[in-house]
């Protein structure tokens, strides 16, 4: 099974700033990777597909990036409505896996 | 437009065998390159996916769960059924479905707002 790692696992920052959260694959998976945002008590959404293609309707100060194993999504200017949680995913194979999450608070 | 609903009891006896039912619309799981998956999640826990059923009827499991779980569609009425045998209190969480396409490289891009399922006797 591929093993997704997520860091941090949890980050404080204030409106405006650039954030990044990184996620590394137990092996190459190429571009095969996703990020979603989650809010508590609803479904994730997916932000980016394809490590670095983002989905219709996301903002675009959203953005993903890398290949291989190691991954980033970055947040150019954090708004309110981006405090949550964020996971990435890979559709390279199954079992598909997902990170444990980073938790994303208001500073 | 997509969307997807899941559908079952909110609470579970420990021993007993759980029956999800997702109906979806907008899309045809017979069409190619077209799965279904499941994903669940456990309170204040990470996402933990399940199973997949693609547009040929293939399937796939978690290895970890995967001689408890049973996953099949029913294309007439639109619907994806997941069974989980012998329910423990460890099964507890909200369970989500998902659709993806190959097209993407196949992301989870519309999800269900999930069902809550409570393990208790």
């Known amino acids: 099974d591929i093993r997704m790692t997520q860091s941090p696992s949890s980050l404080s920052a204030s409106v405006g700033d650039r954030v990044t959260i990184t996620c590394r694959a137990s092996q190459n998976i190429g571009n095969f990777l996703n990020w979603y945002q989650q809010k508590p008590g609803k479904a994730p959404e997916l932000l980016i597909y394809?490590?670095?293609s983002l989905h219709s309707g996301v903002p675009s100060r959203f953005s993903g990036s890398g290949s291989g194993t190691e991954f980033a999504l970055t947040i150019s200017s954090l708004q309110p409505e981006d405090f949550a949680t964020y996971y990435c995913q890979q559709s390279y194979n199954t079992p598909r896996t997902f990170g444990q999450g980073t938790k994303v608070e208001i500073k | 437009q997509i969307t997807l609903k899941e559908s079952g009891p909110t609470l579970v006896k420990p021993t007993q065998t759980l029956t999800l039912t997702c109906t979806f619309s907008?899309?045809?799981?017979?069409?190619?390159?077209?799965?279904v998956g499941w994903i669940r999640q456990p309170p204040g826990k990470a996402l933990e996916w399940l199973a997949l059923i693609y547009w040929d009827d293939d399937k796939r499991y978690s290895p970890f769960l995967r001689s408890r779980l049973t996953i099949s569609r029913d294309t007439s009425k639109n619907q994806v059924v997941l069974t989980v045998t012998n329910i423990v209190p460890e099964d507890t969480g909200t369970y989500f479905c998902a659709h993806t396409s190959a097209e993407d490289g196949d992301p989870f891009d519309y999800w269900g707002q999930g069902t809550l399922v409570t393990v208790s006797s």
């Open positions: 907008g899309f045809s799981l017979t069409a190619r390159g077209v799965t």
């Open positions: 394809g490590a670095s």
